[in-house]
């Protein structure tokens, strides 16, 4: 299983930063998956966004419910994030991963989103 992140590096403030992952060697809809999006702000720890499940239910985190929508595109074996009214405080490397039987098997190798004008 492979996952790859892709979306633009540089975002204005104010917008909505949004990003897409590929999934490859395994379906987003296989039964008991987990597809995370996760971030990691320089020099900080990791920091959960928010996930959607393989039957296409989403859960967010309450810190950033307001601003975060998770989609999928089944079609494409995509997912994918919008985070709208960014801030410099939204600067992150950003990670898609897979949840499963307990913790995360997959990640892809992140990619560095700045948010500056």
């Known amino acids: 299983v492979q996952l790859q992140e892709s979306g633009p590096g540089l975002v204005k403030p104010s917008q909505t930063l949004a990003l897409t992952c590929t999934v490859s060697g395994g379906s987003i809809t296989t039964s008991s998956y987990l597809w995370f999006w996760i971030r990691q702000p320089p020099g900080k720890g990791l920091e959960w966004i928010g996930s959607?499940?393989?039957?296409?239910?989403?859960y967010y985190s309450p810190s950033l419910n307001s601003r975060t929508s998770i989609s999928r595109d089944t079609s494409k074996n995509q997912f994918t994030l919008q985070l709208s009214s960014v801030t410099p405080e939204d600067t992150a490397v950003y990670y898609c991963?897979?949840?499963?039987?307990?913790?995360?098997?997959?990640w892809g190798k992140g990619t560095l989103v700045t948010v500056s004008s």
């Open positions: 959607i499940g393989y039957s296409g239910s989403t």
């Open positions: 991963s897979r949840y499963y039987g307990g913790g995360m098997d997959y």
